[in-house]
């Protein structure tokens, strides 16, 4: 009997060793949940953030992109004008040469005719006298 209660004694506190390293590990494992818990909202916290971060970055460059989109709009209209008014002026600027260029060819005509009209009017001009002979006493006829 003795030997029996030996062996229940041993066996109850072989369970009661069982039982504690049991609920030590049903605590530990508790706060290791705990733990991984709280770790958890922490990382979803920090998510939460940084999506609300990159939400309003993602707003801030929205509302760029319509602005230089609108820039970019005016620009190519501008550009458009400036290019037309750009054609309008080289058109001009060919005509204004062409007309140089015609005023130059009459101008260059004129002097040529000019200076021909001279020479024949000195061709067909009495030579005038000299100065030396009109100093010169005149003498009369009788």
């Known amino acids: 009997m003795d030997k029996s209660r030996a062996s229940v004694t041993e066996i109850a506190d072989r369970a009661a060793a069982a039982e504690r390293r049991g609920l030590l ?10 733990k ?11 998510a939460a953030q940084t999506e609300e971060r990159l ?9 760029t992109n319509a602005r230089l989109a609108s820039k970019v709009d005016t620009l190519e209209a501008a550009n458009r004008q400036t290019s037309a008014k750009l054609e309008e002026n080289v058109a001009t600027a060919e005509g204004l ?11 260059a005509r004129a002097k040529t005719e000019a200076h021909t009209l001279q020479t024949v009017i000195q061709q067909l001009s009495p030579v005038p006298p000299s100065p030396a002979a009109a100093r010169a006493p005149r003498t009369r006829k009788t």
Not at 25 to 30: A, G, L, P, W
Not at 37 to 44: D, I, N, S
Not at 97 to 107: C, G, K, N, P, V
């Open 36 to 46: 991984s818990e709280k770790a958890l909202e922490g990382v979803r916290a920090q």
């Open 25 to 34: 590990d049903v605590d530990q494992e508790r706060q290791a949940r705990a």
């Open 55 to 63: 939400r309003s970055d993602i707003q801030a460059l929205s509302e």
């Open 97 to 107: 040469r062409e007309q140089l260029r015609l005023s130059q060819d009459e101008a």
